[in-house]
């Protein structure tokens, strides 16, 4: 039972405490021992200041035998965003003194927030902060234990919300952790058959398995249904392609899904057009849109929510080879459209118009995102700040930005002048070309080019992850350089909005 009541509360090795800039612990929590033991470092070491913190003893309190005071900063600049990250400070703390066991928050007060969003926050930020990717890592020593943190509540009346919280929370940070740990992973062992594999995996797991259907298609399947984009993508490797399809019915079949669709280009080496070494070193993260629509249904389908979402991902290695397709290749799409590949490095926006011609086909969805790590461009423009994000549909964008507002990860939108961009797609020899004719707005021109293969006037969202989707070191509430899990909490909101 992860929730004690303060008075019930077995001694913790850790408790940890969060106190303001004005030095108010945010807790009615009154001891005298207590405020002997926390005069002077009140006084002279403690100043309360945000992801501030300070180890203090407490002899052989009842309680606990330490108190960890992390800071908050002031009051009014307080987020559930800075409670995942201080959170995430305090079991770094606790992690740094080799303390895993019986660490213990005691919970916050904060009258503007609610008692199971802080909980849910809490549990978030401690569990995104402590994944690393050390799964290949022999030295069973390096790897540090998992502190599963505990809560104490001051009010009978509290248990109920934080253990809510604590759940919810723990469901998120599981999905999105196992998404990270997909993008970690080395193109070794996670070819497109072998990303298959592990959305298999997921739903054999899953408490939910009997609402989820999963059907996985071979290179076989795949060319039966023409999807030539991933055909031509998929030519230069030995690795066979896949395309991965999850259906999800937690409301009645006849209600409208949401469909979700990820890039998973598990190595983009750029194929003929080949990327020079530097810009190879992180392309197994090409495959992170794949990992955040099957991290989202993980959270959607582990929380059990009364909603239908599909998720397809079109997953291919991206190589150089005598099969590989050539820059001036014509290849015919699934929706029967020509398209002249003039750059094999823009692979993604290929092997997505298939897929996103077959969402916007087979399941009349309510709306249809793409998630893609698509352009550098994308990444240039915003940075590791948001995702960059273009759409057919005003409610949709609205509503993607509540849901990204919701979880406070940042979505920007991509220029969308279309007057200006659409010309720069077209081609003198087939319907359209791969890339702009100019560098220019490339995002936006990418963008331009998934919208030509949406089908029916579906709502139609692309977000371009490439430079939020990786952090080249810890930040926040991310422990670790690597994946950084946006924006697959965003994702899983605005079904659960839908
Ligand atoms: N996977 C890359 C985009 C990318 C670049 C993601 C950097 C993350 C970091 C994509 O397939 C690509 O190579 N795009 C090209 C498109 C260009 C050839 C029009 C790019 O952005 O340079
Ligand atoms: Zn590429
Ligand atoms: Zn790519």
């Known amino acids: 039972m992860p929730v004690q009541l303060l008075k019930q509360s077995p001694q913790n090795e850790c408790l940890i405490v969060f106190i303001d800039d004005t030095k108010k612990i ?15 470092p009140l006084e002279k070491d403690f100043q309360g200041k945000y992801k501030e913190s300070l180890l203090v003893y407490l002899g052989n309190h009842p309680l606990s035998k330490r ?5 908050i900063g002031k009051r009014s600049d307080f987020s559930l965003h800075r409670l995942r990250s201080v959170a995430a400070v305090a079991v770094a703390e606790c992690a740094k003194r080799k303390i895993h066991k019986h660490v213990a928050f005691l919970f916050p007060a904060l009258g503007k927030l609610e008692v199971d969003e802080m909980a849910e926050a809490l549990e978030l930020g401690s569990r995104l902060y402590q994944y690393r990717p050390d799964e290949m ?4 020593e390096k790897k540090s234990p998992w502190i599963e943190p505990l809560y104490v509540v001051m009010d009978k009346k509290e248990v109920a919300a934080v253990t809510k919280g604590q759940k919810r929370g723990r469901i998120i940070a599981d999905g999105v952790n196992f998404s990270r740990k997909l993008i970690n992973r080395s193109p070794l062992q996670l070819t497109p058959s072998l990303l298959a594999d592990e959305a298999k995996k997921m739903v054999a797991a899953s408490p939910h398995k009997q609402k989820i259907k999963i059907d996985i298609w071979n290179g076989e399947k795949i060319r039966k249904h023409k999807f030539g984009g991933v055909l031509g993508v998929a030519r230069g490797s030995v690795e066979d392609p896949r395309f991965i399809v999850l259906e999800y019915y937690g409301a009645k079949k006849s209600e409208r899904p949401v469909v979700l669709v990820g890039k998973g280009v598990t190595f983009d080496s750029g ?8 810009s190879q070193e992180t392309m197994k993260y090409d495959m992170a849109g794949a990992a955040s629509v099957l991290g989202a249904f993980k959270i959607v389908t582990d929380l059990g929510l009364k909603k239908n979402l599909i998720v397809l991902v079109p997953a291919v290695e991206n190589m150089p080879s005598g099969h590989a397709q050539r820059p001036g290749d014509i290849i015919s799409m699934a929706s029967g459209k020509t398209v002249e590949v003039l750059n094999t490095d823009a692979e993604g926006r290929l ?3 298939d897929a996103i011609y077959w969402a916007t086909t087979q399941y009349s969805p309510k709306a249809c995102i793409d998630v893609a790590t698509l352009t550098g461009a994308c990444a240039l423009a915003v940075g590791n700040a948001a995702a960059g994000l273009y759409t057919n549909n005003s409610k949709l964008k609205s509503a993607l930005e509540k849901a990204a507002s919701e979880t406070q990860e940042g979505l920007w939108p991509l220029p969308d002048f279309e007057d200006f961009y659409a010309d720069l797609l077209n081609s003198d020899v087939a319907d359209l070309r791969n890339i702009g004719k100019v560098r220019e707005a490339g995002a936006s021109t990418a963008s331009i080019f998934l919208k030509h293969f949406v089908q029916n006037d579906i709502p139609w969202a692309h977000l371009d992850i490439a430079g939020c989707g990786w ?3 810890p930040r926040d509430f991310i422990g670790c350089r690597g994946a950084s899990g946006v924006p697959i909490r965003t994702l899983a ?3 659960e909005n839908a």
């Open 67 to 71: 108190l960890l005071l992390v800071g």
């Open 471 to 473: 952090y080249d070191g």
């Open 26 to 40: 945010l807790s009615q929590w009154s001891d005298p021992a207590l405020k002997d033991f926390l005069k002077l």
């Open 137 to 140: 890592k022999s030295d069973a």
């Open 351 to 353: 092997i997505l118009a």
């Open 271 to 278: 194929g003929l057009s080949l990327k020079p070494p530097p």
């Open 493 to 495: 909101q605005f079904v």
